[in-house]
């Protein structure tokens, strides 16, 4: 029997899909929830610029579901606990990911797990988690110190560097070498930049939506080609390395070579290619985010990173942390600044769906085959579930106000069946990579710097992060409270 295929998408051409969603709106047999139905152009860009304040305003005029048309198409939103718990865990089967705007991703990552539905999905998870167990990620740990340790050798005080673009270049060598034993510094690896061409082809996602229609030279679907071959070919060679010489290793990679069916049927090259990029994707990308967004607040907030810097010399002693300490949140405050940041700055900000039959919520209707979609970043601003919200308070995490959060209230990592396989992997990387850079150094915005997010598809910082390298910080009692 032939190996498990995804799928087909209905259409993947363009305007065939504006036909298909219009057709669908017509079909509706239900109204759609409340909210802002008519066509608008303005709308649209202020979604694709600043989609945050758009999804705030309309929930305090509409509530926890509304519908904005985002270019030809409804999209109803559903913001706050409850609606992150209904989609992600307790209505999940009701959802699709492939037909959402999901679909857009497979131009770069194919048919890989953010992309695919059950059985699919389900089918590629399991061939993957035993590289996701505790022991495999803690084991991980020697390449996380030992590459961050190469990259912040060349850092002195008084050097000026991007942290948004060094920690991807830092994270995607991570991810090759802890996830797919591939040796960034191989003569295929080093034929290619590959951050700087996962940075091109993410681009296409920050483009305006009506520029994602248009095919041809120098456009940025004419970009996100160009750099996807080229990632392509570093993928591609690695595989048939690995089926020709029979090499394998403690490695995701090796899992998905020798993966099987019930039946007995493996992956072929271009399943395995698909799911290679796709966490090499999410295990790089995600990371290059929390990071910046971070020390962003670090420097805005230097008594945290005091306070920081005290809680590492207590536990630690000047000693490297062990992955135990790590995995275990033994360094407590870390952890609540960390958490703290993926509510303020969740990278993965929004969860696209399509609804499979129509169904209720919050008394509105919402009929199928309509686009649905959470956004953990709205849902972290929402000031009645997390008051102050831009407030950054490291605090809302400690041990007693995370139990009293409501169910729902925070999903950085999404939910249920589908949260992402590389959570704990992620979290040991940020955690490493911060503990190391705080061990060492206290980094400053530059004079006049001004924050500005893009979503591309993940939330990062538009300008990137500059910072000025500085001296360690001081270090504050782990007790002392910042106000």
Known sequence: MPTLQAPPLRHENPFRILLQDLADERAATVPYPPGETSFSLARTKRFNDEPLPLLLEAYERYGPIFTLRVLHSNVVFMLGPEANHYITVSHASNFEWRESHFRDLMLLLGDGLLTTDDPYHRRSRLAMLPAFHRERIAASLGTMIEETERALAGWRPGTRLDLYDWTR???????????????????????????????????????????????????????????????????????????????????????????????????????????MMTLLFAGHDTTTSAIAFMFYELAKHPYIAERLVGEQDALLGGERPTAEQLMNGELDYLEMAFEETLRKYPPAWIGPRKSVRAFEFAGHTVPGNAYVDYCSWASHHLPDVFPDPERFLPERFSPQAKAALPKGAYVPFGGGSRTCIGMRFGQLEVRTIAAMILSRFTLHLPKGFELEIRQMPTISPKQGLPVLVGERAASAAPAAQGT
């Open 169 to 275: 270049h830092l994270a995607i060598r991570i991810a090759m070498k802890a996830l797919f034993g591939l040796d960034p510094d191989g003569e295929t690896a080093k034929s290619i930049d590959a951050a700087a061409m996962f940075e091109q082809a993410l681009s296409f996602y920050s483009a305006g939506y009506q520029h994602r229609f248009i095919r041809g030279p120098k456009t940025p679907w004419a970009r996100l080609q160009e750099a996807t071959a080229k990632l392509n070919g570093l993928l591609f060679a690695e595989i048939a390395d690995r089926r020709s010489t029979g090499r394998r290793g403690e490695d995701v990679l090796s899992l998905l070579l020798d993966a099987t069916d019930e039946d007995g049927n493996g992956l072929t090259d271009q399943q395995v290619r698909d799911e």
